[in-house]
Every structure is written in structure tokens, then in C-alpha cells.
């Protein structure tokens, strides 16, 4: 909840900044360059994210407060009100997706396509990271699948909006998870299976993959029927996630009204991220996703309503031993 902000005391010799910021080194050059000051003069007071949905990445409010400071005796603190804050901010990119796979005789994957359209980040913001001409950003989770598939291609095709955009939150994984779990559910209906089923079917190459989907079934009690409401109907849905080399299953459940209002009652989160230093941590990370990713799919404009926060009655974490 906090704008974007910077308060910054520049001198003839020295300079030091404060704010909260996921790239202080970014900070450094940002300032070497507009200053000429040695990296070595200028000291960088990190602060405690108030919020940062990918905005933290980039030293825009950095710019702005050396470009006043310079013109002012003393310290200086820029705060950007919320309106400043959402005119002069770094959007998500859309993406244009096109997928398609062949089955079978089992009714299981054996060619997958997968074509990706949209903005690079990675190329304004880390162009060394670019190789071939692919976003690394803009792929991820779509190339890595831990789905059993023997034959996968991806391709990538860069296209600019006109309006600058950046990292959102979990970045391409945001993205690519969507639509890779969207179209195993499809592939699934099409076959008559079970999605949960099917996905496991797909997993005996990836162990810890397929432990998280059975903790996340078994937790959130898919071999139980789901009661169903007076009017209106309730459904259970499941999914799964490799990035940054952690494992998440997700099951949820979803009542519709008569009135097509949608309503999640309840969300179980399994996560295998490796070694654990601080528990709290991890679920504070899962319930916040869990958070957002509902705002964004049932309120989703740009002002994200925070109405989406009472309309969670349960999350439930649990950990992969």
C-alpha cells in the first residue's frame, strides 16, 4: 500500500538515498551516472517494501529525486500520491497465446505447441539475459514443464505495446501457468478424465511435482462429494506449478450463484521449495498469492479492489516434508 517514494541528501561529495528498492546496485549506477560521484560515495538505505508488484525494479523515482536534488541545498523526499503512482507506473504485458497438442491412443499428450506472443522485459531491463532472441521472462514455466511429454516446442515472438511495461508480481510464470493448466483441464474434459488424474498420469518423471499434487488433493478432500448450494453451483478445480525452482499444488473451491456471482471458499496451497529457514515466510508468500491471484481474476481493473479479501472464508498451507 505504499507509493512510490525517495528521499535523497545530495552533496558535492557524497550521496545518500532512502527507499525501498529490489535493485540498490541499479540505485548505484543510476546515481553514478547522473552525478558522476564514485559508486564508493553514495550509500543506499534500504527500507522495508510498503509494496512493490514489480515497480521496485526500476529506478524511476531514483531519476526524478537526483534530478530535483540537484537543483536544492539539502535533503529531499519525493512521494508520488496514488494517482501519480498508477499514471506513471510500469504495466503487465498481455500476451497472445496459441496451443495445441496430439493424443495418443490413451488419451495422453505425446506433441505439444506452444506459441507465445508479447513484450520482453528481460531486454530493458537485463539484455544480456536475452539469448536467441527469447525472453527467458517471457517463457519461463512454459518451457521447464515437469509434464511427461516427449515431444514439446515453444516458440517465442517479441511484440511492444504501446505502453511500457515491467514485472508483475510472480513475473511470466503469472502468465504461463494460466494457460498451461487451462489447457491440461481441457485436454482432460476432452478425454473424460479427472483432472486431478490426469495430471498424475503425467508425472512419473517429476516425483516432487507429483508429491505436492497428492498432498494438495488429499488436503482439500477431492475424494469427498462437494455439497452443492440451493441454487447456484459449487465446483472444485486443481493445478500445479514449477518456477523458481519450487513445486506448488493448488486446489479450490468455487461456488457460482444463481446470479453468476463467484465466490472462492476455500483455497489449499502444497509447496515443496526445498529447505525452509523460516516457515511463517513461506506461507505469508502463498496466502499473498492466493490473495492477489483472486483480486485479479474476479476484479481485476486498475485499481485492484481489496472486496476480493473478504471473499476467502479458508486458505490452508501445507508443506512437502
Known amino acids: 500500500m505504499e507509493p512510490i ?35 564508493d560515495k553514495t550509500r543506499v538505505h534500504n527500507q522495508l517494501l510498503g509494496g512493490g508488484f514489480g515497480h521496485r525494479l ?38 497472445y497465446d496459441k496451443i495445441s497438442a496430439s493424443l495418443d491412443s490413451n488419451g495422453m499428450p505425446e506433441a505439444w505447441n506452444y506459441h507465445i506472443t508479447g513484450s520482453s522485459i528481460i531486454s530493458g531491463f537485463a539484455p544480456m ?9 517471457a517463457v519461463e514455466a512454459a518451457t521447464d514443464l515437469q509434464y511427461a511429454i516427449p515431444n514439446v516446442l515453444v516458440i517465442y515472438v517479441r511484440h511492444e505495446p504501446p505502453f511500457t511495461t515491467a514485472f ?19 485436454l482432460g474434459a476432452k478425454e ?31 475424494s469427498t462429494p462437494l455439497a452443492q448450494p440451493k441454487e447456484g453451483a459449487a465446483g472444485r478445480g486443481i493445478s500445479l506449478l514449477f518456477a523458481f525452482g519450487s513445486y506448488i499444488a493448488q486446489g479450490a473451491e468455487v461456488v457460482v450463484s444463481k446470479d453468476n456471482e463467484v465466490t472462492v471458499t476455500c483455497v489449499v496451497s ?3 521449495c526445498g529447505m525452509i529457514m523460516n516457515p511463517d515466510k513461506v506461507k505469508a508468500q502463498l496466502e499473498g498469492g492466493v490473495m492477489f ?12 479492489k481489496m472486496i476480493a479479501l473478504s471473499k476467502v472464508i479458508s486458505i490452508i498451507i501445507v508443506c512437502c516434508a
Open 5 to 39: 517514494n525517495c528521499t535523497i541528501h545530495l552533496q558535492a561529495d557524497s550521496c545518500d538515498l532512502w527507499l525501498g528498492t529490489q535493485v540498490p546496485t541499479f540505485v548505484l549506477g543510476t546515481v553514478a551516472k547522473m552525478t558522476g560521484l564514485a559508486a
Open 58 to 95: 526500476e529506478v524511476d523515482s531514483v531519476i526524478q529525486a537526483v534530478q530535483i536534488a540537484k537543483q536544492v541545498q539539502g535533503p529531499v523526499k519525493i512521494v508520488l500520491t496514488r494517482e501519480e503512482d498508477i499514471q506513471h507506473d510500469r504495466y503487465r504485458p498481455y500476451y
Open 129 to 137: 539475459l536475452i539469448k536467441d532472441g527469447v525472453d527467458p521472462d
Open 168 to 186: 508483475w508480481h510472480g513475473a511470466g510464470p503469472t502468465h504461463n501457468v494460466f494457460v498451461v493448466e487451462s489447457f491440461i483441464d481441457q
Open 192 to 222: 473424460k478424465k479427472d483432472p486431478y488424474e490426469y495430471r498424475r498420469s503425467l508425472l512419473a518423471n517429476s516425483p516432487r511435482a507429483n508429491a505436492v499434487l497428492e498432498l494438495a488433493a488429499a488436503k482439500a478432500n477431492r
Open 270 to 272: 502444497a509447496v515443496d
Open 293 to 304: 491471484g483472486i483480486i485479479t481474476v474476479l476484479w481485476a481493473i486498475l485499481h485492484l
